[in-house]
């Protein structure tokens, strides 16, 4: 389809009533069949995005959904070493259309599947705008069921960054108590809510030595959020505490949650895994998400 026909229709989704599908209150559940989408960003680097999300992911597997984890740090993915896949394809040969989307997905462990990005290709970390409406249309010609996807976003606050926020229905900030870390993300805030208007943001506080200092960062945050930006909601999804159990699985190329599952990481994992499945979220905010076909039941 081309990139006006795609345009219009999503145009018309939005003149429906502005909510969104399913009843019209903007709402659905993530049991119901829309896959649920959610991008993990940092402003920082080396904050732990990679290793929450690939946890994370097999955390939701394990509670019985079809879970897709897509490696959106173009440039410099890794989600594929951390977890010791070697990927023949990767989105690029998307792009230059070799391959479509469903060729280049793989098998990962706990039963997730993996959208590989290109290592060290520079030209990949910015997408213009006809690949950026191409990859939403690929989207919806995937066969097999996807629940939840979860988003591998690259550091900074580049337009490809945001594009990958813009077309989620969650957007996850995750931070450590660094204070660059901390500034960083407030960084990537500001810019998304004052440039792409984005209102909700989840927090996972990574690196904790308890909950009390996650919760300490957190209220950090969103105070001087709260003070500079305006009205913003945000939400503690949660906190992951400092553990050995990750950089060591990292070295062994296998998840956490396969290597140390009862280590206090992978509780804080699974508990953010539970967090996801039991929030409520809004389908539509004018931007062409993900899924979007889906979504329309085009
Ligand atoms: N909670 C944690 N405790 C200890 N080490 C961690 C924790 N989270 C991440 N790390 C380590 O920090 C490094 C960077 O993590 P990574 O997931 O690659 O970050 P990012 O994807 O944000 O660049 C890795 O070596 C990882 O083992
Ligand atoms: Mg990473």
Redesign the pocket.
């Known amino acids: 389809m081309n990139q006006a026909a795609t345009l219009k229709q999503w145009k018309a989704f939005c003149s429906l009533d502005g909510t969104g599908l399913n009843g019209g209150n903007g709402n659905y559940n993530a049991t119901v069949s829309n896959p649920r989408v959610l991008c993990f960003s ?1 402003g920082k ?8 999300v690939t946890n994370l992911a097999i955390a939701i597997s394990k509670m019985g959904k079809n879970v897709l984890v897509l490696d959106a740090d173009l440039g410099l993915a ?1 989600v594929d070493v951390m977890l010791g896949i070697t990927p023949k394809y990767s989105i690029q040969h998307v792009f230059s259309g070799e391959r479509s989307l469903s060729d280049i997905i793989m098998r990962g462990p706990g039963g997730i599947r993996l959208l590989p990005a290109s290592s060290g290709i520079q030209e990949l970390c910015h997408l213009n705008e006809s690949e950026k409406l191409f990859l939403l249309n690929e989207f919806d010609t995937l066969e097999d069921p996807v629940d939840v996807m979860l988003i591998d976003n690259a ?1 900074g606050i580049s337009d490809t960054v945001m594009y990958f926020n813009m077309a989620s229905q969650s957007r996850v900030i995750i931070l450590t108590p660094e204070p660059t870390s901390i500034t960083d993300a407030y960084a990537l805030i500001k810019v998304l809510s004052t440039r792409y208007m984005v209102k909700e943001f989840s927090i996972i506080v ?2 904790t030595s308890s909950r009390q200092e996650a919760y300490k960062i957190f209220r950090q945050l969103t105070a001087v959020a709260d003070r500079f930006l305006g009205f913003l909601s945000f939400n503690f999804l949660g906190h ?5 159990s ?2 060591k699985s ?1 070295r062994q190329q296998k998840p956490a949650l396969e290597l140390f599952p009862e280590s206090r ?1 992978c509780k804080g994992f699974r508990q953010l895994a539970e967090n996801i499945l039991n929030q409520q979220v809004k389908t539509s905010d004018g931007n062409i998400k993900f899924f979007w076909k889906n979504l329309l039941r085009l």
């Open positions: 940092s680097g080396g904050v732990g995005k990679t290793s929450i890794n550091a990574n690196w992951i505490p400092k553990d050995m990750i950089p990292v990481a």
